[in-house]
């Protein structure tokens, strides 16, 4: 149906992008189109899958990092069904190859079957042209569809964009797949706009920045285009067709839906010092919408699709949030769950704020435990910092997710030895999500300058020569994950200390499992009792008094080793002369230490045990639904992050 004598236009986006969550991406796209006057229809087949496979399934492949959900759509691609599943892929993902070989049997045809719909779902000739989101392993599904389109409408133009197509990748996807015509490299603000024009009027393609074109089987790459100054007025996106979409989706709606929205672009810490693993290119350049208008945005998509459900796509919340946003939020009385990506180095007046806000779900890029690793990666916090984090997340009812990165170059055994002594003191924290060796990404910078990090670039990652059966110079363009070799040898004792911190790690979420906890319970009278079950056994009490409990508490925001004592006494005189003085104190302390009740580590000394509060009683009520969203936030964060984290 067009408009005005203009056709419309078609948003697509196929899986594996996250079944739960409205593409904000084609949200965007569907706005710019309309604001210039333009027609869209949004297409959310990824969705859809969920229905054929079971939501349960698709998880599980989405988080195989793409690979295997990518396989199952290129033998679609590449010479339709004769490209053979190799059975000894060297990434394996699932619990067996068993398991993993069946999977690939039994998703064979339903995948057959769910591009047989997606394309029968509508008249793919009567629009402008049909254009693919490509950011969560969407590649090769993006191609199946697109190559069946194109062979029944040849002049129907195929656009892809998306974060995939940034800088190389783009026009490599262009080389590898004739039916793209355009693809978009980098944010649709400031190309779509002027793209659209050109194509409806006829126009070349040579003045359009920020795309590769095909014109008579040759492909040209135009200048970048300028990144997107946010603006600070805010309107609302529609999510219509998602929630049309799913509304007879009983596996979604069972599962619950989160709404996207979006208050900043880039990363103002990687902006300045870039994790070295961090895949992000120019789009780091951090860029803030600010507070204004975001309440009201999100009381209508609350109220227009009956959620409480907020899932912020920001690579890093902005730090005028604690004295803007999370108040307003507060005093608005709303009862929601927002997710936001944060960074480590958090005060308890931080995390309790987010907790009274509803920002109980974060991403704190920990990605370890130990000093000399977060150095490796550029993290610019402490292992203290990160435990902090931790314990004030749990202290104030946010769930923390994160992940426990291993394999840089020049760590040493000696590293994991120490955190896996650490790991049984925290036993009452949130624990890593993942476990796994770092990815190089494209752009990062272990692939910008792999040599001074450590290590050499030896192509793309192997397994990728299964999906995209082409030319090793194409596929090294092509994909965003890179093989690696170290450039000097790495410490003998590493894999032994590897074996080592894998237990701890399984212990720590044994622990979890058995709810295991570490509690300091003060009393009206001024004493406290300590309440630890982080092992196994009886749960082990301990009494303080109250100089005792006044000293333990001074410890619950960490302290700078070397001053913490002269600070105690000057904001608690009396109380320090109670307890005997430095010496007496010193003492005391380095029992608690040897007791695991304080951490003495990266310089500073704060205490371990979680501070009991009004919110442990409001989680323990909202235990249901906590249950509920766990295994979502578990899927979330290890499918938008594979091994890696951006923050």
Known sequence: MTQNGVKPYALVSMPWFWAYLPSIQLAIVRDLLETHGKQADVFEFYTDLTALSGLHLYKAVANDSGYLGELLFSQFYFDDHNQQYNNDRDD????????????????????????????????????EAVCFSLTASQTSASMALAKKIKAAHPNIPIIFGGSSCAGDMGRAIAEMCREVDIVVHGEAENIMPNLVDALENGQGLEGIKGISWRHEDKITTNKRAPLHKLSKKRGTLKFDSYFERIKDNKILNAYGVWVPFESSRGCWYGEKAQCTFCGLNEIIQYRERGSFGLLDELKHYADKYSVDNFFAVDLIMP??????????????????????????????????????????????????????????MVKGVSASHNIQTLKFSKQFGVTASWNLLTGFPRETAKSYFDMAKLLPKLHHLDPPV????????????????????????????????????????????????????????????????????????????????????????????????????????????????????????????????LTYLQDFESSNPKIFKKLGGEASIRKLVSEWDRKSIVLKLSGYVMALPILHNQFQEKEAKAETKRRVNHGRRQENIQQRTGANADA
Request: glycine share 4%.
């Open 319 to 376: 730090r005028s949030f604690y004295s803007d946003f999370l108040p307003e939020i507060v005093a608005s009385q709303r009862d929601w769950t927002i997710f936001y990506e944060i960074k480590s180095n958090m005060k308890r007046h931080e995390v309790e704020l987010l907790g009274k806000s509803g920002v109980t779900w974060i991403q704190p890029g920990i990605e370890s435990l130990d000093d000399d690793i977060l150095k490796i």
């Open 92 to 127: 394996l993902r699932f619990a067996t190859r068993e398991i993993q070989d069946d999977i690939f049997t039994f998703m064979t045809p339903v995948i057959e079957q769910f591009l047989e719909d997606c394309f029968d779902e509508t008249n793919w000739g009567k629009y």
């Open 434 to 561: 993942g476990l796994g060796d770092f990815e190089v990404h494209r752009f990062s910078p272990f692939f910008e300058k792999p040599e001074e990090l450590g290590i050499t670039l030896e192509g793309a990652f192997p397994v990728y020569k299964q999906i995209y059966p082409v030319a090793d110079e194409l596929l090294d363009r092509l994909v965003y994950r890179y093989a690696y070799a170290l450039i000097n040898p790495p410490d003998p004792q590493l894999n032994e200390s590897r074996v080592v911190i894998k237990q701890a790690v399984d212990d720590w979420r044994e622990s979890t499992a058995r709810k295991a906890g570490f509690v300091f319970r003060r009393s009206t009278d001024g004493t406290a009792i300590l309440k630890d079950s982080r092992l196994k056994g009886e749960s082990v009490e301990t009494k303080l008094d109250t100089d005792q409990a006044a000293l333990l508490a001074y410890l619950d925001e960490m302290k700078v080793e």
